[in-house]
């Protein structure tokens, strides 16, 4: 089966930039969605189609693909921004998630 | 904009089927544009896809869950469904329900329930 994987944990500095990887085999030729999960909430999408973003998702939020990695980018992090990550694809048609990144911005 | 909102028991014994129903308000599972879908988290870990259904009625399911899975539309109530038999501690774990919204290839899940705790144990 089809598996994404990720770091499980990132660290970034206040008003850094934070980059989030999301790898797989030829995960290039699929496209990606992401997601923040703050504890206790559900998950909310960030970031779909490898690069666009929702209506009222900031746009310090980006994302980009390409051969087998998928990354993640958010810029300015800030202590909201602390929460868990998942990146999302589709094989075929099975729904796969990466193992989720938990960003500390410390 | 769409709410969907998740019930059924808290508590499953081994052995038994789980039952879980989700609400759809602010849209309609009528809709062709749309799949309705569950993902499940295990408490401390990370998400997982159950699977979904449009609204024919036509569904597809994790494979690794298949054999125990079935997911029903009720265009009339404005509800989705998840059954899962034979659960085990395993399957413990939060329910979501999910709007798929999207193209082909490319679906996100862009609305979500807020969940809800199924523990199995006796």
């Known amino acids: 089966s089809y598996e994404l994987t990720q770091p499980p944990s990132v660290s970034v500095s206040p008003g850094q930039t934070a980059t989030i990887a999301c790898s797989g085999d030829n995960l290039g030729d699929k496209l990606v969605a992401w997601y923040q999960q703050r504890p206790g909430q559900s998950p909310v999408v960030l970031v779909y189609?490898?690069?666009k973003r929702p209506s009222g998702i900031s746009d310090r939020f980006s994302g980009w693909n390409s051969d087998n990695t998928a990354t993640l980018t958010i810029d300015g992090a800030q202590s909201m921004d602390e929460a868990e990550y998942y990146c999302q694809a589709w094989d075929g048609t099975t729904g796969v998630f990466g193992g989720g990144t938990k960003l500390t911005v410390l | 904009q769409a709410q969907l909102q998740e019930s059924g028991p808290g508590l499953v014994k081994p052995s038994e089927t789980l039952s879980l129903t989700c609400s759809v308000s602010?849209?309609?599972?009528?809709?062709?544009?749309?799949?309705w879908s569950w993902i499940r988290q295990p408490p401390g870990k990370g998400l997982e896809w159950i699977g979904y259904?449009?609204?024919?009625?036509?569904?597809n399911y994790n494979s690794s869950l298949k054999s125990r899975v079935t997911i029903l539309v009720d265009r009339s109530k404005n509800q989705f469904s998840l059954k899962l038999t034979s659960v085990t501690a395993a399957d413990t774990a939060v329910y979501y329900c999910?709007?798929?919204?999207?193209?082909?290839?490319?679906?996100?899940?862009?609305?979500w329930g807020q969940g809800t705790l199924v523990t199995v144990s006796s």
């Open positions: 189609q490898d690069t």
């Open positions: 259904v449009y609204y024919s009625g036509s569904t």
């Open positions: 602010g849209g309609s599972v009528s809709s062709g544009f749309y799949y």
């Open positions: 999910a709007r798929l919204s999207g193209g082909s290839g490319w679906y996100y899940f862009d609305y």
